[in-house]
């Protein structure tokens, strides 16, 4: 009868042994998801940059291009280089056009793509190095139908090399502008015709690339 009556003891305090153990478990468990939550949080705010509407993804150097036949006049206007010094974030450049089409850079490079935000300038030539093609809008200059239009030939014209970004600019006077590395063309209303010309001529031609073969 005796032994009878202890059993039940033991088993309780067998069972509060494992409460205890398994609270601090239960804990750290918790934490840990918690932080890996978090950090995959960070993680994907880093990761999607502020006004990126639609992405072009680019995952590969590219098609071979023939260089440009010496002598031959290009669309656009010829800008001065002024380099390709990588300086740290946060620190701001005074470039030599508006849009830039050359200089000192970020590390970093935006995603190519359209946005309704603007990128910082400073990753916008990193762009330009790696052979892209900018096409920068001032909001409240051109109409709503010429943007659409914008987009949608950028659109097609990534199917061919997805380097290029179509993002708003309020600091330039006209209403559009076409960048390229060294190259800089204004257009007062949407024009296919000279985009594709621009696109064109100047796709994956930075001085990174070569042949028409640029970094991702």
């Not at 088993?11 to 995959?40: C, D, E, F």
């Not at 001032?138 to 987009?151: A, G, S, T, Y």
Request: charged share 20%; glycine share 8%; hydrophobic share 35%.
């Amino acid at each position: 009868m005796s032994k009878s009556r202890r059993q039940p003891k033991t088993s309780l305090r067998r069972m509060l042994q494992y409460i205890w153990l398994a609270i601090p478990l239960g804990v750290v468990g918790l934490v840990a998801v918690l932080a890996l939550t978090q950090g995959r949080g960070m993680q994907q705010s880093q990761e999607e940059p502020t006004g990126l509407v639609d992405e072009f993804v680019v995952d590969s150097p590219g098609v071979t291009l023939p260089p440009h036949p010496a002598g031959v006049a290009l669309p656009g206007t010829a800008i001065p280089d002024l380099g390709q010094e990588h300086i740290p974030e946060g620190q701001q450049v005074d470039y030599n056009s508006n849009p830039p089409t050359s200089g000192p850079h970020y590390e970093e490079w935006a995603r190519w793509g359209i946005y309704n935000q603007a990128p910082q300038d400073e990753q916008l030539v990193h762009n330009l190095e790696h052979g892209g093609i900018i096409i920068s809008y001032h909001p409240d200059l051109i109409e709503v139908e010429d943007l659409e239009q914008i987009r949608e030939q950028a659109q097609e014209l990534s199917a061919i090399n997805p380097r290029i970004i179509v993002t708003p600019r309020t600091e330039m006077s006209q209403a559009i502008a076409l960048t390229a590395w060294g190259y800089l063309q204004e257009l007062e209303a949407y024009d296919a015709a000279a985009i594709d010309e621009f696109y064109n001529a100047h796709i994956a031609r930075g001085p990174e690339c070569q042949n028409g073969q640029c970094p991702n």
